[in-house]
């Protein structure tokens, strides 16, 4: 079966989407203790702005 | 009131940039004919040509030896005048009937949050100083040396305070400037955000020039600016910011569609301004002359080999002109004109106390042992802190690009690459795979701001991918649109007040200075308790000892600042700071270079008639000194 360029790209698009889930599941779900703490640190720190 | 009065010096300031630059844009609206390239093309031209006419008026005057501010204010006031006066009966384009799309929510909510977090990091960078470790240890200082001499020359410091004199310097020429506005280094950081701004238009337009839609380009060139460590540039005097701006602007016009004279003279300039941000600002101007050459050949059909050789004869000179004097001054003096760096060139060795291996243990020693890919991945993917004190910050080590960079930027470079040649798109697929490949063996990879050129790719790759993806299926190009406008949401939460403790910001912002809780205060502002203790016309001296040399300046920049080494001895000290007329002597904690300990934290002690402490708490103390 002759690729075409359309079907290649549709291919292509189809893999582009599964990469963006794989690289999604390795920033946010695979551990790195050290960096969810940081972040917990700087959402909590908002209201502290309002305050006083 | 003190935060109103630095909010109007701010005003006043980004009046100065904009009349600069309208002069410029006038002017080639003027010429429009010659330019032909649109208004990004325009726009941009204007910001480039009005950075240029400040960094080219203040090196020359600095190095004639007559810089002072009245004249530099003058000369560019009279330029901007000049080209006003010149433009003022030019060809006014006809107004275009404007074609009303339907609105895009989306693009929509995305700038509303670019302009949120642009206007978060503006009240910021005006609120507090400038504010990076490397400012503090010789960009400000080297524009404090260059106002107060009126020239610029080399300097006599302490060695761990070299890059005064051996580092490229465009930053600090526009922090020259930004003082001559205020007379003040409050605001010394402020052109950041204008530079920030240039790279915003820079990158769409060469997202727009390698063939994105419009709202490809929109997106692409937004979401690549919630790189956190890009955004705290805009906190800093670094040169990293004008590198990755002038990058792009480079890139931009070298990739135009529109060729011709104008169009080399401003690859030209933006080389040159790019040559004086950093020493490696030449592996990125190769990339520059590289796209020219694929985009001359793409675009310009049976373009003769003389032809190109003259065009790129013309951009390097102009290059080299604007943007040589640093590696010639470092060639006269080092021998090097990489120097502190260890390069090689054209298969000429030059050496430097820093190879790229000691560049790399220096920046993260953890990471510099670790296999580039493995290395990567583990910055990329922002798995630690800064050594336990943040996460983002101007000089993150082990993060910094954001998860933008990570979740969409990643697969985007790589199927933008694949998409550009299948359709045969060679100068994006050139310009995607040079960047990729420098940044891959630069060994500044290692640090993600010395690495920022890769943000520019990084805007392309996804503008490419959302112009595919929305030619191919829309629902999924809201998918990705709706999860980029997630993450930079994420990280502008994360990452805002991520460097500055949120009670420093809340007292800085909305309380007077007797109101403050100081114990909550960043070291930044704790820093103003020493600067400003500073009697005018004092002399402060400070050996080896002391790293940080910006707060011993008082903020009008009024007292003098002087390196006298402790090694020969008290009594020879004392001689010397007696020919010197020393008034106050700065002692650091402790020893921070790599010369012998300072004696003068022995010498207070034993010696303590002749000194009275003035004030502490930044990285050590002030003592006046008596004779």
């Known amino acids: 079966m002759r690729i075409t360029s359309d079907r290649l790209k549709t291919l292509l698009l189809a893999l582009y989407g599964a990469a963006i889930l794989v690289t999604l599941w390795f920033y946010f779900l695979v551990p790195a203790p050290e960096r969810w703490p940081f972040v917990i640190r700087a959402l909590k720190s908002w209201p502290i702005l309002f305050q006083g | 009131m003190v935060l109103l009065k630095y909010f109007l010096e701010a005003a006043l300031s980004a009046c100065a940039y904009g009349i600069i630059c309208f002069g410029w844009w006038r002017t080639l609206q003027h010429r429009r004919n010659a330019s032909g390239g649109g208004a990004n093309f325009t726009l941009l031209l204007a910001g480039a040509l009005m950075w240029t006419q400040i960094f080219c008026v203040i090196l020359v005057l600095g190095l004639a030896g007559i810089l002072y501010g009245s004249l530099v204010l003058c000369i560019n006031a009279g330029i901007t005048v000049t080209l006003l006066w010149l433009a003022r009966r030019g060809p006014r384009e006809p107004r275009k009937p404007s074609v009303r799309n339907p609105i895009d929510w989306l693009s929509v909510a995305l700038v509303a949050l670019g302009g949120i977090a642009f206007a978060w990091f503006a009240v910021l960078n005006i609120a507090y100083p400038t504010g990076a470790y490397d400012d503090f240890v010789y960009h400000v200082p080297t524009a404090a040396y260059f106002v107060q001499s009126h020239s610029i020359q080399i300097f006599h410091v302490a060695p761990v305070q070299d890059g005064i004199n051996s580092a490229a310097k465009l930053g600090e020429l526009f922090s020259v400037w930004q003082f001559f506005l205020t007379l003040s280094d409050r605001l010394i950081d402020f052109w950041a955000l204008g530079l920030f701004v240039q790279y915003l238009i820079a990158v769409y337009g060469l997202c727009r020039e390698l063939g994105s839609s419009a709202r490809g380009a929109l997106f692409g060139t937004v979401l690549s600016a919630f790189a956190p460590v890009l955004l705290f540039q805009t906190l800093s005097s670094q040169n ?75 951009i390097a000179l102009i290059a080299a002109v604007l943007g040589g004097w640093w590696y010639v001054r470092n060639y006269r003096v080092y021998r090097s004109p ?110 993600p701001r010395l690495s920022l050129f890769i943000l520019p790719a990084v805007a392309v790759a996804i503008a490419l991918m959302l112009t595919a993806i929305d030619q191919a299926s829309a629902p999924f190009g809201v998918v990705v649109r709706l999860l980029g406008i997630g993450l930079v949401s994420y990280t502008f939460l994360a990452a805002a007040m991520s460097p500055l403790n949120p009670v420093s910001i809340r007292d800085q912002l909305f309380k007077s ?83 012998r300990a300072s004696n003068m934290v022995e010498w207070v002690r034993l010696h303590g008639e002749h000194f009275q402490l003035v004030a502490k708490g930044w990285s050590g103390a002030l003592y006046a000194y008596h004779q």
Request: positive net charge; glycine residues 8%; hydrophobic residues 50%.
């Open chain 2, 338 to 447: 990489f120097y502190p760096f260890e390069a090689k060139l054209a298969g000429i060795r030059f050496p430097g106390p820093i190879s790229n291996s000691a560049e790399m243990f220096m920046l993260n020693p953890e990471y510099s042992a670790l296999p580039v890919p493995v290395r990567l991945w583990r910055l990329w993917r922002e798995e630690k802190s800064h050594y336990g004190l943040w996460l983002y910050n101007s000089d993150s080590a082990y993060a910094g690009f954001g998860p933008v960079c990570f979740v969409l930027g990643l697969p985007s470079l790589a199927m933008a690459f694949a998409f550009s040649l299948l359709d045969r798109n060679w100068v994006a697929a050139s310009v995607l795979l040079m960047i990729a490949g420098v940044y891959l063996a630069f060994a500044g990879n290692i640090s």
């Open chain 2, 240 to 314: 990293d910011l004008p590198m990755c701006a002038f990058f792009a602007t480079a890139l931009r016009f070298a990739v135009a569609s529109s060729r011709g004279w104008l169009q080399r003279i401003a690859v030209g300039i933006s080389s040159g301004l790019l040559l004086s941000s950093k020493l490696s600002g030449g592996v990125l101007v190769a990339i520059v002359i590289a796209g020219f050459v694929v985009a001359e050949a793409g675009r310009t059909r049976r373009v003769g080999f003389g032809e190109m050789a003259k065009s790129i004869a013309v």
């Open chain 2, 513 to 595: 200075p007797q109101e403050k809780d100081l114990a909550h205060d960043t070291f930044l502002t704790a820093f103003s308790a020493v600067r400003t203790a500073i009697p005018a016309r004092a002399a402060v001296a400070y050996d080896q000892s002391t790293l940080f040399l910006w707060p011993l300046w008082r903020p009008d920049w009024n007292n003098e600042v002087q390196f006298v080494p402790t090694t020969a001895g008290w009594e020879a000290w004392r001689v010397r700071a007696a020919s010197l007329g020393i008034t106050h002597v700065a002692v650091g904690r402790s020893a921070t270079s790599n010369t």
